[in-house]
């Protein structure tokens, strides 16, 4: 079996290229991989109403316009659905400064990009299994 057989995981990244590289790691361990290329709120909420169950959500941090991934982490949190999935952000921003700011937030972990081939799939399973990853590459 593996690691990652039979788990769904919602991604919510503007980067194409990140999204398809997050995206085969994934999908090579067994997950599902579900995503979002940020449109509005009204969309995400929407598209991930439509993917549940969801054993993850994995946000970017930065996207065009005014929002970020800790906007995004406050209208999924709204919606109770979703409170018990945990959520990791996903980024290249300085986690010297955004791992605390995630942590006060209440996001379940933060994984630096590039991403380690080596490492994000079991990064991804200790997420979904209840442990917190704060990986800073």
Same mark, same amino acid.
Request: charged residues 20%.
């Given at each position: 079996?593996?690691?990652?057989?039979?788990?769904?995981?919602?991604?919510?990244?503007?980067?194409?290229? !990140?999204?398809?590289?997050?995206?085969?790691?994934?999908?090579?361990? +067994?997950?599902?991989?579900?995503?979002?290329?940020? *449109?509005?709120?009204?969309?995400?909420?929407?598209?991930?109403?439509?993917?549940?169950?969801?054993?993850?959500?994995?946000?970017?941090?930065?996207?065009? *316009? !005014?929002?970020? +991934?800790?906007?995004?982490?406050?209208?999924?949190?709204?919606?109770?659905?979703? !409170?018990?999935?945990?959520?990791?952000?996903?980024?290249?921003?300085?986690?010297?400064?955004?791992?605390?700011?995630?942590?006060?937030?209440?996001?379940? +972990?933060?994984?630096?990009?590039?991403?380690?081939?080596?490492?994000?799939?079991?990064?991804?399973?200790?997420?979904? !299994?209840?442990?917190?990853?704060?990986?800073? *590459?």
């Amino acid at each position: 079996m593996l690691p990652l057989e039979e788990k769904r995981i919602f991604y919510v990244e503007d980067n194409v290229s !990140n999204l398809a590289l997050v995206q085969m790691i994934l999908e090579q361990q +067994g997950a599902k991989v579900y995503f979002e290329r940020w *449109g509005d709120e009204t969309d995400l909420i929407s598209r991930l109403q439509s993917c549940m169950p969801i054993n993850l959500i994995l946000l970017d941090l930065m996207f065009a *316009g !005014n929002t970020n +991934g800790y906007d995004l982490f406050d209208n999924i949190r709204q919606i109770p659905d979703f !409170n018990l999935i945990p959520i990791a952000m996903l980024s290249a921003a300085d986690p010297s400064i955004e791992m605390p700011k995630a942590r006060a937030k209440g996001f379940t +972990g933060y994984i630096s990009k590039p991403v380690k081939l080596t490492l994000f799939p079991q990064q991804v399973a200790d997420l979904i !299994n209840g442990q917190h990853v704060w990986y800073a *590459g």
